[in-house]
């Protein structure tokens, strides 16, 4: 894991060296162990590189790399799994008979060479973000990982190129300039994120996950107008797993998928530095992490975070899950004090502004690992490719079923659910929760029926999808001069072709919410910390087998990743994992009432709001009231606010 960056024909007023040791330095998070650059002077291009060694600590392993025949020069950052298996290929092809090391982008130059950039892109597992440079053909080439877990930023601004990992290091270029993008405000306001290829200022965009874009230097205006393209598509593989499906039996299909994890986590284990997992106790990590204690000698070092609201709680899940599997179990315990002393790091952390609540403990607990290890597994991915989510169920039990109901019953019902506020809901359900239906103990009644509330009246899939994909629901009515523009999400030509409308928002969910908030979320925490991550539920392979899975492998009756859990227990004992979903939130809506409130109370000022000039005032005082009243809890869209506000501080 490391940071690269670069720039082309930026006249700087001073040496680029100069400058790329800036933007370089601005990165030192993400390659505290080396850092390099090199330059083109011919084209005045310049690649800088930021080195985090994982793989081969010799300097062997340094970057930006050239190639042994001198043609290509490569800054990369990420981990390619298969680089042995490729080297063997070469080998077998008698490309090659000596290696200076053994790291993997010395094994990617070969490829290059001897393949093509295309042919090797679509031959790599792993994540990666490349800036290859062809100093034969004067063509730069920008490419991303299949999943999108590596970001990549890239844009023009007049004629000056940047590119890099993260917006803090093409900022440090004295040339930069930061003009807001306040139609990407409307995007962070409903997706608590600024999806790609959008980002928060002018000019500049996010490569998408799957992505390559080669752009030739040597004719500037040629290059300007170029644009990415797909090497890997995701809504191809959804619709093809879907027409070839898998037609094994239940225990077939259980054993295809518990290999196919053990290859994955196996070759994610590779490291010549200290590895370990985080650890919720829920399925996903638990599944990882009991699949790579199977694999292993030692006992596995997990991670957890934990808090004294039990309602947020899954420490003691994790930690039963550690015992059981023997691994060697750390935790920490969150208090509103520490998460605190994280919100003045957010800004920094990611550079633009991300609303997500749970990167507050997401950055905790990689700090807490960073302390023992070099490099975490993390669980990401089980709910998008196996059908977790709440809303996959909600759409089966309550989309189909309230289509039948005649609008004006579904609007009386909904104006029932909306009778009580989240908070009575909620005391209510404590106080009945003795004698309910196990199926009625949910965490955050009150909230979730407010929600069903919200989409009972509504009459199409997509608007069911959007409104519980949603923070704000009109985000560019609050805000001054901007537009919302098209994501995938919103454009139907972007949906792919599926069987039932739970496999199309798995197959959205994995394109918007997994790459552009969850891997966003904790590539950067982890980052910050010096902290590799890896998400070995997100190797390409995995996805593939996932869409080859029939919906009844995933969803059955009424129960989310039925295969996934199938697996897990084969290694855990049910009853350390059977209850309800709780995701890795904290209790912001308290938060915001105590010890956050003065904090949210000066950023939200009325006269603030009006001297900035980027947001009505008058609907976001509304709100806070509500909020701090306990009639209505609001966390999530205020919190969008309050970290747009908390990042236009830094600016």
Sequence with gaps: ??????????????????????????????????????????????????????????????????????????????????????????????????????????????????????????????????????????????????????????????KSLYFGSELKGLKAHPSFRTDINRDAITLLLRHSCIPAPYSIYQGIEKLRPGYWLQLPLAEPEKAKIARPQAYWNFNEIVESGLATPFTGSPEQAIDTLESALMESIGDQMLSDVPLGAFLSGGIDSSTVVALMQAQSSRPVNTFTIGFNNADYNEATHAKAVARHLGTEHNEIYMQPEDALSVIPKLPSIYCEPFSDSSQIPTFLVSHLARKHVTVALSGDGGDELFGGYNRYLMAQQVWNKSRKLPKPIRKIVAAGLTSLSPKNWDTLFNTLNPVLPKGFNIRTPGDKAHKLAGILNIDSEYHFYQKLTSHWQHPAELIIGAQEPETLTSESGCWPKTDSFQHAMMAMDAQTYMTDDILVKVDRAAMANSLETRVPMLDHRIAELAWRMPLDYKIRNGEGKWLLKQVLFRHVPRDLIERPKMGFSIPLHEWLRTSLRDWAESLLDENLLLQQGYFHPEPIRIMWKEHLSGKYNHQYQLWDILMFQSWLETQ
Excluded at 17 to 35: E, Y
Aim: glycine share 10%; hydrophobic share 40%; aromatic share 10%.
């Design 1 to 158: 894991m490391c940071g690269l960056n670069g720039f082309f024909n930026t006249h700087v007023g001073c040496s680029a060296s100069s400058v790329i040791t800036k933007m370089n330095k601005a990165l030192d998070h993400r390659g505290p162990d080396d850092l390099g650059f090199w330059m083109d002077e011919n084209i005045s291009l310049v690649l800088g590189h930021r080195r985090l060694a994982i793989q081969d600590l010799s300097p062997a392993g340094a970057q930006p790399m050239h190639s042994a025949c001198g043609r290509y020069v490569l800054a990369f950052n990420g981990e390619i799994y298969n680089h042995l298996t490729l080297r063997e290929l070469l080998r077998k092809e008698g490309q090659l008979s000596s290696w200076r090391g053994h790291s993997d982008t010395e094994t990617m130059l070969a490829c290059f060479v001897n393949w093509g950039v295309e042919k090797t892109l679509k031959a790599m597992v792993g994540m990666f973000a490349i800036a290859l440079w062809d100093r034969q053909n004067k063509v730069l080439t920008l490419a991303k990982d299949r999943m999108g877990e590596k970001p990549l930023y890239w844009g023009w601004q007049g």
